[in-house]
């Protein structure tokens, strides 16, 4: 169990549904990942991730799919890649599921 917030806490965190456009293998990550581009709609627009999802997905499945994500983090460096968003995921052990909504909804929704 992780250390309890606030609601003003939880409030800060920007959640939104994006659909992947793009998926790339990502050879130089320190672990298996893939790049993606996803939009966000008009708000938010097109940002960037990291994902290390590779052992569910394969670069065929994601083009198209709707996933949540966080996207008010600071950009971070990997490698040679600037990641602008985190993607969300059910982690057990090395696989990741994606979080997504459970039907076609517009990108830029806010998750709360």
């Known amino acids: 169990m992780t ?3 606030s609601w003003d806490d939880f409030q ?3 959640m939104r549904v994006g659909t992947i456009l ?3 293998a990502f050879p130089e990550a320190r672990n298996p990942s893939y790049k993606l581009k996803l939009d966000f709609g008009k708000e938010i627009g097109i940002k ?3 994902a290390q999802i590779t052992s569910l997905y394969s670069l065929e499945d ?6 949540i994500a966080v996207v008010n983090f600071p950009k971070k460096q990997i490698g040679p890649f600037m990641s602008e968003c985190l993607v969300l995921g059910a982690v057990q052990g090395k696989d990741v599921t994606l979080l997504t909504p459970e039907g076609n909804v517009a990108n830029g929704l806010i998750i709360s």
């Open 48 to 50: 960037k991730s990291s």
């Open 3 to 5: 250390e309890t917030i």
């Open 12 to 14: 800060k965190v920007d």
């Open 22 to 24: 793009e998926v790339s």
């Open 62 to 67: 994601l083009v198209g799919k709707q996933v």
